[in-house]
């Protein structure tokens, strides 16, 4: 299988901001694979490691009031300073090195395998039944390059699995894995995040990207599923969506050297209302095999027990 190419006031404000840092923070446009990690990098020198010690603490008292502040229309404007105190720190020489444990309490810092960059991710709730998504992907290199990531799943109510995804537009979410691997003699490094931005329902999803000189190109054909809505052509990402209230699983379980997750069932029968899918109790997989993730049915089946018997073996992690 081979890869295919690739209203508020407050919110216009913060999306601008990020688009803007396309222009000053990247570098080195040739590059296109991104830059290779930095070897043998002296220290941070001791006063520009006091200047990120404080740069750190302030950032934590910005994004405690994006998070919590009183009037909810106002978290975009402690958001908007929150990108601009974030972008001011990464600028600082050999931010790279910088590991952020202060601020990793506070926000998803996430960094693959084979550490060629890391994300900087967060959201915000607005309001009572909204949620919105910040990201930013720093490549490991001796000069800054940042590529601002703009949360674009209000504009996928359709094809979610379907679309490739260009220019910063990104499907909002946390992440909290990411897995390398080479296709096509390229790194795609699939990303696991979770959005439960909808009202009714939340998703999770393993998200393919590849890293460009214009930035990161999300979404790719490395699983064999078929398109819900195009039986003929293979999904570029893959999606779970189900009932707000129920947690399913997705992740990496590294007992069996596999993508564990939950066989998601509809309480109604049907499978167009996504936000009725809850946990049938039974486990499916993917399982990497040379260029792609292979679906893997049924890898934990549901345990049909009689009375006084009980359930044996392991569940995935959640």
Same mark, same amino acid.
Request: net charge neutral; hydrophobic share 40%; with cysteine.
């Given at each position: 299988?081979?890869?295919? +190419?690739?209203?508020?006031?407050? &919110? ?47 950032? &934590?008292? /910005?994004? *405690? ?15 908007? +300073? ?6 001011? /720190? ?5 931010? @790279? ?20 960059? %890391? ?7 607005? /309001?009572?039944? #909204? %949620? +919105?998504? @910040? ?17 674009? #799943? ?31 003699? %390229? ?19 393993? *998200?393919?990207? &590849? &890293? ?20 003929? %052509? ?31 069932? #509809? ?5 167009? +209302? ?5 946990? #049938? ?38």
């Amino acid at each position: 299988m081979h890869l295919k +190419r690739v209203n508020n006031i407050g &919110l216009k404000k913060v999306v601008f901001y990020f688009c803007c840092l396309v222009f000053v923070c990247l570098a080195d446009r040739a590059a296109a694979q991104g830059a290779a990690p930095a070897a043998n990098v002296p220290a941070i020198s001791g006063e520009n490691l006091e200047r990120f010690h404080i740069m750190e603490d302030s950032m &934590l008292v /910005t994004i *405690d009031s994006a998070y919590n502040a009183f009037i909810p229309d106002t978290r975009y404007d402690y958001c908007e +300073r929150f990108v601009k105190q974030l972008v001011r /720190t990464l600028k600082i020489e050999k931010s @790279y090195l910088y590991p952020f444990d202060k601020l990793k309490e506070k926000i998803n810092i996430t960094v693959p395998d084979d550490n060629a960059f %890391r994300v900087f991710n967060w959201d915000i709730a607005p /309001t009572e039944v #909204s %949620r +919105r998504y @910040y990201g930013a992907i720093q490549m490991n290199a001796p000069q800054l390059r940042l590529f601002p990531l703009i949360d674009y #799943s209000d504009e996928m109510k359709k094809g979610t699995e379907d679309s490739v995804l260009t220019g910063g537009k990104w499907l909002g979410a946390l992440y909290y894995r990411i897995i390398t691997h080479e296709v096509d003699g %390229r790194k795609v490094y699939t990303m696991f995040g979770v959005n439960s931005g909808n009202p009714i329902s939340n998703k999770k999803f393993m *998200d393919p990207m &590849l &890293l460009t000189a214009d930035g990161p190109v999300f979404g790719a054909q490395i699983f064999n599923v078929k398109a819900s809505g195009a039986p003929n %052509r293979y999904v570029n990402r893959f999606v779970m969506e189900y009932k707000k209230e129920v947690q399913a699983g997705l992740n990496w379980d590294e007992e069996r050297q596999m993508v564990i997750f939950d066989k998601l069932v #509809s309480q109604v029968n049907d499978p167009n +209302r996504k936000y009725t899918y809850v946990p #049938s109790g039974a486990y499916d997989g993917f399982k990497w095999e040379q260029d792609h993730w292979a679906y893997q049915p049924d890898i934990i089946p549901i345990l049909n027990l009689k009375d006084g018997e009980a359930p044996s073996g392991t569940q995935p992690e959640k």
